[in-house]
């Protein structure tokens, strides 16, 4: 709810719109100056509504929150809140008809609509991505594709995730961090595949591939490539150890571009094994495809 006005005066949150809309049912909201309580939505197993919020939180906490296991995620607490209600359906008379809420569910389930795909629901927000690559959001910085540096994009925010996406694409997508302790410092996620792409030139309105020198510095101390894969790392070393060797390391990388991550990745542990860690031989693999062959 964007505003609550005059009795029944209301202005509708646009997300909340479209997703009644996708489901198909109109909202409908209390009104504070009522003196009954607060309705609830109108489900198949109390079709009157009621003002029975107090009391249905009272039940719930007695009969799902009280004894609750700890749970490592969020998705590990809702399936077990989907198993519990289940449980409860089948335990609990329906009151108005024979037979417990799941018989009565059951009844009806052939005249109930097919559920449509789930909602995507997220806010989404107008942001600018720095020169470094990065957008903030809660305190916290999330890189970008190099390729849109200096250029705005969406922020989608999920409860669990944020997805970037521009021109009608999807850029990236990072796990959500939140802390809700300020005292911690704020954070930076990387992906370092974002700092292999292109970049775009704001002076000349044109794409600029990354400095080949800056990249190699970066590869060396750089915070983003600190999270490559263990096989990347491990030819990092080896590659690093001679005169020129962080410039094949970064051509190798810039494989993942146009190849396929995996079978790049598959190419370096095999020129490992083979004991010849070098930027031809894993070319050469990768091009001719005995990478995936093997």
């Known amino acids: 709810m964007d505003r609550v006005g005059r009795v029944k005066e209301r202005r509708t949150n646009m997300r909340f719109l ?128 190099a390729s849109f540096a200096n250029r705005p994009v969406s922020l989608r925010i999920h409860p669990d995730r944020l997805v970037v996406a521009a021109e009608g694409n999807i850029l990236c997508e990072h796990a959500r961090v939140i802390q809700r302790n300020h005292k911690l410092l704020p954070r930076t996620i990387y992906d370092w595949r974002h700092y292999l792409a292109p970049r775009h030139c704001p002076r000349t309105n044109g794409v600029q591939w990354p400095d080949a020198t800056q990249t190699r510095g970066a590869l060396r101390n750089g915070a983003p490539f600190l999270e490559l894969p263990p096989a990347f790392r491990q030819l990092q070393d080896h590659m690093l150890r001679k005169p020129g060797g962080d410039r094949e390391m970064v051509d190798i990388l810039a494989l993942v571009l146009p190849h396929d991550e995996q079978a790049v990745l598959t190419a370096v542990e095999l020129a490992l094994a083979e004991g010849v860690p070098t930027r031809t031989h894993v070319l050469n693999m990768v091009g001719t495809g005995l990478s995936t062959a093997r």
Not at 26 to 47: S, T, Y
Not at 50 to 69: S, Y
Not at 95 to 122: C, K, N, S, Y
Request: hydrophobic share 35%; proline share 9%.
């Open 18 to 145: 479209a997703m009644t809309n996708h489901y198909v049912h109109d909202p409908e909201f209390c009104n504070p100056a009522a003196g009954w309580g607060k309705p609830l939505v109108r489900h198949w197993f109390k079709p009157d509504g009621g003002g029975q919020v107090e009391k249905n939180v009272r039940d719930a906490r007695h009969q799902m929150l009280q004894g609750m296991p700890d749970f490592p995620d969020l998705a590990a607490l809702n399936a077990w809140l989907e198993q519990r209600c289940l449980e409860l359906w089948r335990e609990t008379p329906h009151g108005r008809q024979p037979g417990t809420i799941a018989d009565v569910r059951a009844e009806e389930q052939a005249a109930l609509m097919p559920l449509p795909v789930a909602f995507d629901g997220f806010v989404e927000l107008s942001k600018r991505v720095s020169p470094t690559c990065s957008i903030s959001f809660g305190r916290n910085r999330y890189s970008v594709p």
